[in-house]
């Protein structure tokens, strides 16, 4: 059974930088299409970023184009988000999750079409 635990979250100053982990036991992520979401207080989750590794396939929500960035280890069973350039408005719990089968690419930043998911790391962002 798939597990992911997020970790590196943490509190940054706008323009600061922060790399978050996901690592996966239980199970070879390498062939699994992978992504990262996030949550605001009041607002629904969102796509932020999604890899398929074995086609070197990376998607990016607009908001996130040019800042972040998704990366796998596979020797580490672990996925990556380096996020820079951090503004206020990325202040949100951030979730690593697995999709069970690879999507189209249309619904790699649906949350709908991920199902398993890890507890989540915070991320804060002042001005």
């Known amino acids: 059974q798939l597990v992911l635990v997020e970790s590196g979250g943490g509190s940054v100053q706008a323009g600061g930088s922060l790399r978050l982990s996901c690592v996966a036991s239980g199970e070879d992520i390498s062939s699994r299409c992978m992504g990262w979401f996030r949550q605001a207080p009041g607002k629904e989750r969102e796509g932020v970023a999604a890899?398929?590794?074995?086609?070197?396939?990376?998607y990016y929500a607009d908001s996130v184009r040019g800042r972040f960035t998704i990366s796998q280890d596979n020797a580490k069973n672990t996925v990556y988000l380096q996020m820079n350039s951090l503004k206020p408005e990325d202040t949100a719990t951030y979730y690593c999750?697995?999709?069970?089968?690879?999507?189209?690419?249309?619904?790699?930043?649906?949350?709908?079409?991920?199902?398993?998911w890890g507890q989540g790391t915070q991320v804060s962002v002042s001005s």
């Open positions: 999750a697995a999709q069970t089968y690879c999507t189209p690419a249309i619904d790699r930043l649906r949350d709908s079409t991920y199902h398993i």
């Open positions: 890899t398929y590794d074995r086609a070197l396939s990376r």
